[in-house]
């Protein structure tokens, strides 16, 4: 709703200048429902202006209407429309099914552990568009990368030097399937 509003200002000294100005007001976005859908993947039913939580810490780069739950916890969302702020959606308790292996593709990841150089080599059937995830423990995305690969042999290498010492998830997906593995930096 937008408006203009006017204002008259009187005391005991007499009446001042009218004055107006534009006022637009935002209804504040609906409480977001959320459901868990194939592969772990969650969706909010808003489709812009999410921002998605596992235990009560913010994802900052997941940002999406949908959300990969790498790892087991509560999940939410808030989301924000013009800055006006829904209430949270219900949580929802996500128990991360493990380490899934798709058959497009095989991988060798090395040195794992590693102290930084991580090496993505794969082979591939097919031309194909990769993605490529690293989520630290909390299921905060903390790279992404994609690549247009010929079939055959290819690889990435990642460098995980600046990141703190623990252990990560890395998801290599691609428009039929996803593979998944753990990952520890020292």
């Known amino acids: 709703m937008s408006a203009d509003v006017i204002v008259n200002a009187t005391n005991a000294c007499g009446n001042g200048?009218?004055?107006?100005?534009?006022?637009?007001?935002?209804?504040?976005?609906?409480q977001p429902g959320i459901s868990l859908g194939q592969n772990d993947t969650i969706f909010s039913d808003a489709p812009f202006g999410?921002?998605?939580?596992?235990n009560n810490q913010s994802l900052p780069s997941d940002t999406l209407d949908h959300l990969y739950a790498a790892y087991t916890g509560d999940y939410q969302t808030?989301?924000?429309?013009?800055?006006c702020v829904s209430e949270p959606s219900e949580i929802l308790y996500v128990i991360a099914v493990g380490i899934e292996e798709t058959k497009e593709f095989s991988v060798n990841i090395h040195p794992n552990p590693t102290n930084g150089k991580l090496n993505i080599d794969f082979i591939t059937p097919?031309?194909?568009?990769?993605?490529?995830?690293?989520?630290n423990e909390l299921g905060t995305r903390m790279f992404h990368s994609e690549k247009s690969v010929t079939k055959g042999k290819s690889?990435?290498?990642?460098?995980?030097?600046?990141?703190?010492?623990g252990l990560f998830l890395l998801t290599i997906q691609s428009a039929e399937g996803m593979t998944r593995k753990k990952i520890i930096k020292n």
């Open 78 to 83: 808030i989301v924000t429309l013009n800055n």
């Open 155 to 165: 690889s990435w290498v990642i460098d995980l030097g600046s990141f703190s010492p």
């Open 17 to 30: 200048a009218s004055s107006s100005l534009f006022v637009t007001l935002n209804q504040i976005p609906p």
């Open 50 to 54: 999410n921002q998605w939580y596992l």
């Open 126 to 135: 097919f031309d194909r568009t990769y993605n490529l995830y690293l989520y």
